[in-house]
């Protein structure tokens, strides 16, 4: 069956500073979709990406769709101690269902 | 505001019991799901469904049933509680669409078979 690979598994950076987690799937995607959930929390819908290639920007938060529609990143800059949190992405295919990957855990040092 | 929500947020069962986790939410959406999250593994989804009294298999369909009787209603059955289901169970609820629609989860069940 599909699988959806995340890396890493977990980020520790420096407030301030930039970082990127990366999403590989085993086959091609109809759509990604990236999630956030906050400790203790429930995740919560970021973003979708439909087209071969897309980039799409909220802030400070930059998402791509990879030109074959097999991967994905979600690139932050200058991180805040608000950006803590896992950050999971999601590749979609036929029946609305969805395959998660394992997540990025993202803790910020002050 | 979409709600979906969750019948307990904490659970402790027994070995051999049979446990109800009942979600329940309140904007139409079509799609329902069931997850279990667990340390390193993201999200693995259990069974979805798509209308009422429909349900189709997910990755790890294996130990657990579902019910769908409304629309607004979906539950997750365990007919024998086994320890390696201790786990967080996370519902979530979407439109249906030819493209997918953003998920909306509730605030999740903490399961704990003994």
């Known amino acids: 069956g599909q699988q959806v690979m995340q890396i890493p598994q977990y980020q520790h950076v420096q407030e301030g500073e930039d970082f990127t987690t990366y999403c590989n799937s085993s086959t091609t995607l109809s759509n990604i979709q990236w999630y956030k959930q906050r400790p203790g929390g429930h995740p919560v819908f970021l973003i979708q990406l439909v087209k071969s290639g897309e980039v799409k920007k909220q802030k400070r938060l930059t998402f791509q769709f990879g030109e074959a529609k097999k991967n994905s990143s979600l690139h932050i800059t200058a991180t805040q101690t608000t950006d803590v949190g896992t950050y999971f992405c999601?590749?979609?295919?036929?029946?609305?269902?969805?395959?998660f990957g394992g997540g990025t855990r993202v803790l910020v040092k002050p | 505001d979409v709600k979906v929500t969750q019948s307990s947020r904490y659970l402790v069962k027994r070995t051999g019991e049979k446990v109800f986790l009942e979600c329940v939410q309140d904007?139409?959406?079509?799609?329902m799901f069931w997850y279990r999250q667990d340390p390193g593994l993201g999200l693995r989804l259990i069974y979805f469904s798509y209308d009422v009294k429909m349900k189709e298999k997910g990755d790890i369909p294996e130990g657990y049933s579902v019910s769908r009787e409304k629309k607004e209603r979906f539950s997750l059955i365990l007919e024998s509680a086994s320890t390696n289901q201790t786990s967080m169970y996370l519902c979530a609820s979407s439109f249906l669409g030819t493209v997918g629609y953003e998920q909306y989860f509730g605030p999740g069940t903490r399961l704990t078979v003994t």
């Open positions: 904007m139409d959406h079509e799609n």
């Open positions: 999601a590749g979609g295919a036929a029946g609305n269902k969805l395959t």
